[in-house]
């Protein structure tokens, strides 16, 4: 399962990065890094882009770059 | 005995002005609260200026302690060193000191947000490679407590190398002077005692540097290695040979790039710092946020993101009415003392009908433009400006670009200049273009004067639903721009600058209640612009129109009006129509005469032609022209501009502003690129004359085409 499964409110572990994709890698810049919870808060009308929110930052992103990013759901959003 | 000479002067409440003895460097992420502070330790002792030979804008201030004075350089925020867009690298220049011409900060005060220190962290860590004295202000601490976040001031400083911390908020001013107090000592601080956080590169990093020389510091070598400045990685490489830095880098990263180990390295690091010094009670999330976060939401986030365009424009008109009225009626009575204490002659009608009359017609227009402000200035600080980029990002890639070019735009209905330099976010070159071309058509702040005046005259003021017909009208001229530009993005993407489509990743703020300073100073900054503007370019312009239409004088002698029954015991069209005789055979005149025929297909007649030939340089100018033209030929009359334009006529009596010769002069204004400024900006961003040159040549042919259509099309029906 990766970022891009996810459905608003779902929160995941980020397990592990695809470190090919240059956007992949900014976005590790910000802090997606391996072992954090992540929270998919926001998705935009036409299912794109994602909004993420971690350590109490939120971060947008394609679903395109989050395909890059394999996760294990924690709980599901209501 | 000198000393009895001197007039004592109490101390106590008067300010002992220190001279700044060193330069400090404000940084930290993006929306960290780094302005506020800025203006709250500067207070109004501040320059705004350009880094020499880049066109970000440099915030200069001094800050008075208690015994000596510091510089203070505020600069755009950065998430990371590895500066990735044209505005974070300069930046990371200018806190490096690789920007020539500017001093290298003496040292740093970090602005970690109490709220972020996940990402604040990160960037801290690696301004520590700097070797630089350091602090920190953890700003938004009343924040932070509000959402049941505990932050160990004494663990945090102990976890980060025993640099000093310093809780403040800038709201309420609490920790400001224990902050002032600290910054007394910055300079002292011992450099060498930073642990580093990362050992093995900092350690590789110091005794590559001793071997290379002096040109080379830590960090220089550090982004080297980790190969996110191309150039130093170049150098490094030929210096020590590519073999030895393969190994290098192979010994610390691995075979993953390093950029992305250095963000799992670093990031470690934050989490067990975090782990160590912040608490996070169970959130229980107020009312308050609870609707910020169901605004969020797709559909009402995208519906109240119309609402809110709607009802800035309905502000623009209603809003400024009032104080518009006064500016009018102080600027005509002014007018009209002048012109009764000095009485009819050459200098009383230069300083009434030129220099009054014409800036008194831009002045006009400073409160709509002012209320234009003051909701981009909040919705920026709110962090509502980001999440539109957000919502827009489908719409965007339907012509080719991402939501980053959202922003730009949006900030180009205040001023095209700088949502041309707000462009630098955007990674690729392509994208950047398309983007800065697609800018000018937003309809901007100088706009505004000549819809707001075509629309007051000749849009009737009538309620349509809750809102009101000219409102509507402003809103539609608004929604053409967009459409122009969105238009020329798709054009551009899919031909000149054809490319992928952009990736988009953006960190979306949270939102805030602006701080009252903040706006203020932004706001009063933006209205001393217009001001300058409207007090040297259009001054100029509109003394030049009314020697232009002053001289050469006719002889009233020789010079009969033709006098018809109806109107021959009507002194003051007698006035009128010598007045417009005058006008005509003025240089003015005879130079509209001469460019009539390009704009009449248009419906336009010479005086219109004229007024906005001179506003090719800058748009606002028109209205000034206009101003000039016809309080050149109707001293007898006192009444508004708009109501002249209603009852111009052309020589055979016919109406010249008629509605489809009004709405093509709309359609003109949305497309044409009247602005000097716009141009310059290009050329200077592109570093090229080619798209400057194509700009122009392209928003002038679409405004011509747009308005001929129009007239032409509409005066058949």
Redesign the interface.
Known sequence: MTLADLAPGDKARLEE?N??DP?????????M????TVSM??????G??L?VG?????????K??ARHFKVSRITTGD | MTESTEVKIPVSGIGIRHKARASIALIGNPNAGKSTLFNRLTGLRQTTGNFPGVTVEKHLGTVQLSNSALNLVDLPGIYSLDGNSVDERIAVDVTLGRVPGTERPSGLLVVIDATHIYQGLYLLQQLQELQLPTMVALTMIDAATASGITIDIAKLREAIGGIPVYPVSSISGHGLDELKTGLESITEIDTQAIPASWPELSETAEQLKQQLGHDWQRIDVIQALLQTHPDLAGKLEQQLGDETVADLRRRLFGEAPPPAVEARRRYQWVKNVITDVQEQAPLYVKMGAKIVRWTNRPWPATLLFFAVLLLVFQAVFTWATPMMDAIDGASSGLGHWIVSQMGETALSSFLADGVIAGVGSVVIFLPQILILFLFIIVLEDTGYLARTSFLMDRVMRTVGLSGQSVIPMLSSFACAVPSIMATRVIPDRRDRIATILAAPFMTCSARLPIYALLIAAFVPDEPVGWMNLQGLVLFALYILGILGGLGTALLLKSSALKGPIPNFMLALPEFRIPNFQTVAIKLFDRGRIFLKRAGSVIFVVAILVWTLAYFPRMDPAEHVVPITETHAADQSNIQNLQAAAQMEQSWLGRIGRTIEPVFKPLGWDWRVSSAVVAGFPAREVVVAVMGTIYAVGSEAEDQRLSEKLKSAKWPDGRLIFTLPMVLGLLIFYAWCLQCAATLATIKRETNTWKWPVFAWLYMTTIGYSGAFIVYQVGSLL
Do not use: K
């Open positions: 990065i470190t090919q956007g992949v890698i900014r976005l590790m810049m910000l802090g890094v391996e072992d954090i808060e926001n998705i935009a009308i036409g794109d882009p909004e971690f350590f109490g930052s939120s971060v947008s992103l394609r395109e770059q």
